[in-house]
Structures are given as structure tokens and as C-alpha cells.
């Protein structure tokens, strides 16, 4: 039989019996309006969606927006709809028409030429309390949500802005097929005024306006060099958006190496969520039901949207059958999983993920028994080697994780990314032997490093687990992991170093990267760790660690002092 979801919306003969039922499912359709227009426009050929079907539509598609921003402020401040990475970049790859490139000629092919990116850093988030760091990040969101009303932009453009992570924001303009080239450099133009009238330097700022890093506002177009176009339409597709400084980094990489960019746009196409080749759309829906019950609801809506008169011994059949659709009408549902596979699926990962947002909710409604975390430190890694690097790194501790949990075990664990952190919440309802688990476990804690590909460089993964959850302090539940987990990685680092002879070398490579930080080469496992704490974000690392070591001054006194000694 299928499972409770299925059940649950085949019982239904009024909308209204949903907000009576204790379904844990009404929690995640609450209708999120900001894309109602966009569902209605999506769906304008079924006339009309019924209130549980168009509440279920938006909880999904509400997905492709920034959890943080569409959270309430303590205090009053009301969120802000607004783009997530994935869902900026999603939107702009669809407006430009990035298509998968052509086998033969190794390229990409583009629809509409004629777009620009205007990326920046917020200045300062750091040093605000949080509650005041939030709302900053929101007035930011709100000015760009306004800005396509400001612009009043002519028909044929399409302009988007989303959050790329952080404190740093994206803004995209396309222009559409028809539009003259000259005509969408004077619309750039406006735009980009336009935001430096908005966000300007910190020291040219009034009161309540907002400062940007440096003052600085990188544009970014299609470059012309094809080498170049190759390597940034490669990252574009795989979800990151490449400066002139990170092209010019990659294309050295590069080089003239033909396989090497061959293998960069290869990898740029080769997210696969579902492990299988070629799958059928009910291997699809299968995949969903097994891992992800909250996409398989509005699967299914879809499904009965087009399909009225489906019967639970229907579906059941459809399901069982492996055909590719049958007798169905598939329209909506195709819609729905394209924009799963689209807006929501980890390139990295290779699989659909929850955001930190998603687990606050997973929390409070008790869904998880167990949490776990792994983390490692990637800004290094993409500095001094490359965004591909870091990219790997990821996947390698991802591939460590998965070994240890086993392919058949995954359907136990809710997985989500936060840039380098890996978590997962076991969930509550499944029924895994002690003894497995135990087994799991044991081979999470033996996860304490990962190479850097093609290299000797240990990065050290932090680790954490928690089965004791508060569900009523969700939020102190995330922070606790977040700061757990940062903790462990300390740990071992702090360890590493403070071993007599591993204490001794750092002490000299230090001098030498503060003497000559430009000739520093990263060689061995102690050069990453000096660039970690002594490289461009120094300040804030060395505070971070004396933070960590104060409290173990007893273990850790020479090392303890060193730190402080050079922030004195």
C-alpha cells in the first residue's frame, strides 16, 4: 500500500478537512503567496487550482526562496520573499537559455547573450549583534525587491536578485530575445547606478543606509575569450557565479589543457539524484517516496490535478507498472519534478538536501531522534587552490559519510548542506536496528580527515551528534550544532598543532607567511593550517581560536599563549 501522504489525499473530499486534521503535512503547505502569480501562469491550463493543491504548490515552490529572509525578525521586522542562491541562478540559467553542452563541439549554447550580474559583499554584518545583522540583510532585500518597480524596465527584460550566501547579494539583468544589444548596455547601465545610489562605501553612508565591502560592486558579463566562456558557463551551470579575479584563477588552472576543461564541463552536467541512468518518471516518483515524503505530496497533486478521477488502486498500479506514463496525463507532474530537479537538487551532493531553515522545522515538529554534523573549512581551499578544489573537497566528505551510512540506509536520514557543513536529523518514524545505527555511528567518528584530491594536505572534519533535542528551542538546537561542530574541528586542529614538533614547525612557517605571504606554498597539512588562522581572514580566525582555547588553557597553554601573544 502506499504510504500515509497518498492515503491521506485520496480521503479527501473537502479542502477544509486539512486544517482539522493533526497531519503533519499542513505544517509544510501553508500557502507562501510571493509565487502565486508564477503557479497560476504555470498551471493557466488547468483552470484553476483547488486551495489544498495551490497551498501545496506554494509550500514547494516557496522552496526556491532564502529560508533566512522569509523568516520573521524577533521584534517585528515581517520577512522578505526573496531568491536563494540555487533559485537565483536557476532563474537566470532559464532566461539566458544555458542548455547542456554539445557533446561534439564541448560548449555550451546560450539563447540570449545579452545579460549581466552585479555581485557585492553587505560591509560590517559581522560586527552587528545578530538581530541587527538580520535586519540589515533584510532592508538589503527589500531595497532590491523594489528595484524592478524603480527601473520600470520596457518589455522584453527580465531582471532578478537573490542572496548568494551570507552577507553578499546577486542581481541579474537578461535581455530577451529582440532586444538591441545597445539598448540593454544603456539598461545595465541604470541598473548599475541604480544600486551604487543604494548601497554606497561604509564611510559614504547616512544613518540607516547600508555600506557595501570596499564599495565595490563587481559586474560580470558572457565573456568573450571562448576558454574563458567555457569555464564560466561550466560554474554558472553547477551554481557558482565566477568575478574576473576567480575566471582569470581558473583559466591558469586550466590552462591549454583541453581535458581538463573537458572534464570541468563534464562535471558541470553530472548531478544525478537518482543513481540510476536514463530513470523513468516513476522511477522518480518511487525515488521521492522512499527519500523525500515532503516532495512526494505535491508529486501526487500533480498528478491527481491532471487526473481527476485516479483512484489509490490506480496510482498504486501506475507505480508498480515502471511504464513511463501509461494512460496518465503527465503535464503537471513534469513541471513539478523539473522544478525539483532544477531549483532544488545539491550539485555536489548529487541529491535533494534540506536547508538550515528546513531543520529548524524538522525540529520543532519532532520529525528527528538523532542529529549529526560534519564540517570542514573551504574558504582556504578556494583562495589558494580553486573553486573546483573546494567543490571536490565536499564531495570527497560527502563520499566518506555515504560509505559510512550505506546506500540502502540513506532513506533513514534527512541530508542538508550549509556551504562546508554536512548534516543529517535520523528521522523518528524509521525503524533501524540498534545495532546497525551502532554500527553507523562508529564509522561517522572515524571520519576525522579528508585529502585534498591529487594531494597529501589533510583537511580536518569536525563532528557532532546530538540525541537529546529540545523541540522546543529549535532555534538553540541549530545554533547548538553549528557551534558543536565548530568546536570539534578545533579540536583536532588545535591537537595537530600542539604535537611538540608539528607546534615547532608552525611557529616558523608563521614567520615565514607573515615575512613573505605572496611566495607561500602550500605544501603539507601545516601550511593550510598557517593560511587558515594567519591569512586574509587572520582577525577573525585568531579570535575564534582563543576563544575556543581559553576555556583549555590547562591542555593547550603554549599554544594559548601563542595566539594571544600575536594578537597583543
Given amino acids: 500500500m502506499l504510504d500515509s501522504e497518498a492515503n491521506f489525499l485520496f480521503s479527501l473530499n473537502d479542502v477544509r478537512k486539512i486544517k482539522e486534521s493533526p497531519h503533519s503535512f499542513w505544517e509544510m503547505t501553508r500557502g507562501y503567496k510571493p509565487f502565486r502569480d508564477f503557479i497560476n501562469r504555470l498551471f493557466k491550463d ?3 487550482l483547488d486551495g489544498l493543491t495551490l497551498n501545496t504548490f506554494e509550500r514547494l515552490f516557496s522552496l526556491a526562496l532564502d529560508p533566512g529572509l522569509k523568516r520573521d525578525i524577533k521584534g517585528g521586522q515581517k520577512g522578505v520573499p526573496f531568491l536563494n542562491r540555487q533559485g537565483f541562478i536557476s532563474f537566470l540559467k532559464k532566461a539566458i537559455g544555458l542548455l547542456a553542452p554539445d557533446v561534439k563541439e564541448g560548449d555550451f549554447s546560450l539563447s540570449n547573450r545579452n545579460f549581466v550580474i552585479f555581485k557585492f559583499d553587505l560591509a560590517g554584518i559581522g560586527d552587528l549583534e545578530e538581530k541587527e545583522g538580520d535586519k540589515r540583510i533584510n532592508d538589503a532585500a527589500r531595497i532590491l525587491n523594489d528595484l524592478y518597480k524603480q527601473l520600470r524596465l520596457p518589455t522584453g527584460y527580465k531582471l532578478y536578485s537573490g542572496r548568494y550566501g551570507g552577507d553578499e547579494f546577486v542581481v541579474g539583468l537578461v535581455g530577451l530575445q529582440g532586444v538591441d544589444t545597445g539598448v540593454f548596455i544603456t539598461q545595465a547601465n541604470r541598473l548599475q547606478e541604480t544600486l551604487q545610489q543604494k548601497f554606497k562605501e561604509k564611510n559614504q553612508c547616512q544613518e540607516n543606509e547600508i555600506p557595501i565591502k570596499n564599495g565595490q560592486i563587481d559586474k560580470i558579463t558572457l565573456p568573450e575569450d571562448e576558454t574563458e566562456r567555457k569555464i564560466f558557463l561550466a560554474y554558472l551551470n553547477r551554481g557558482i557565479i565566477l568575478n574576473e579575479e576567480e575566471l582569470e584563477k581558473e583559466k591558469e588552472r586550466v590552462g591549454r589543457d583541453i581535458e581538463k576543461l573537458k572534464q570541468l564541463i563534464d562535471d558541470s552536467i553530472a548531478t544525478n539524484i537518482y543513481s540510476k541512468d536514463n530513470p ?12 523525500h515524503p515532503e516532495l512526494y505530496f505535491p508529486i501526487i497533486s500533480a498528478l491527481k490535478l491532471d487526473n481527476p478521477q485516479l483512484t489509490l488502486v490506480h496510482l498504486e498500479q501506475y507505480l508498480s507498472s515502471g511504464k513511463q506514463n501509461g494512460d496518465l496525463n503527465i ?13 532544488l537538487a545539491d550539485p555536489l551532493l548529487d541529491r535533494i538536501v534540506i536547508s538550515r531553515f528546513d531543520l529548524f522545522e524538522h525540529i520543532k515538529r519532532g520529525e528527528f531522534s538523532q542529529l549529526f554534523a560534519f564540517e570542514v573549512k573551504l574558504k582556504e581551499i578556494n583562495d589558494y587552490f580553486s573553486l573546483a578544489d573546494g567543490d571536490k573537497l565536499i564531495k570527497e566528505l560527502w563520499r566518506a559519510i555515504k560509505d559510512a551510512i550505506g546506500e540502502d540506509n540513506l532513506s533513514f536520514f534527512s541530508i542538508g548542506r550549509a556551504g562546508a557543513t554536512i548534516f543529517l536529523g535520523l528521522k523518528k518514524e524509521v525503524n533501524i536496528p540498534q545495532d546497525k545505527l551502532d554500527q553507523i555511528i562508529s564509522k561517522f567518528k572515524e571520519i576525522k580527515s579528508i585529502k585534498l584530491p591529487e594531494t597529501t594536505i589533510d583537511n580536518f572534519v569536525g563532528f557532532y551528534q546530538d540525541d537529546q533535542i529540545d523541540v522546543n528551542n529549535p532555534d538553540e538546537e541549530v545554533r547548538k550544532m553549528f557551534r558543536r561542530v565548530d568546536d570539534s574541528w578545533f579540536s583536532l586542529v588545535c591537537g595537530f598543532i600542539n604535537i611538540k614538533d608539528n607546534f ?8 615565514s607567511f607573515l615575512k613573505t605571504p605572496d611566495v607561500f606554498e602550500i605544501k603539507e597539512t ?5 593560511v587558515y588562522f594567519f591569512g586574509k581572514r587572520e582577525e577573525r580566525r585568531i579570535k575564534s581560536v582563543i576563544g575556543y582555547l ?3 588553557q590547562e591542555e593547550f597553554k603554549d599554544l594559548f599563549n601563542f595566539f594571544q601573544s600575536y594578537r597583543n
Fill in 504 to 511: 615547532e614547525q608552525f611557529k616558523i612557517k608563521v614567520k
Fill in 280 to 291: 523513468t518518471l516513476v522511477d522518480k516518483i518511487n525515488y521521492y517516496k522512499k527519500y
Fill in 526 to 530: 601545516i601550511d593550510l593550517l598557517v
Fill in 46 to 48: 488547468n483552470g484553476g
Fill in 550 to 552: 581559553s576555556s583549555r
Fill in 331 to 343: 503535464t503537471s507532474l513534469e513541471k513539478v519534478i523539473k522544478f525539483i530537479e532544477n531549483f
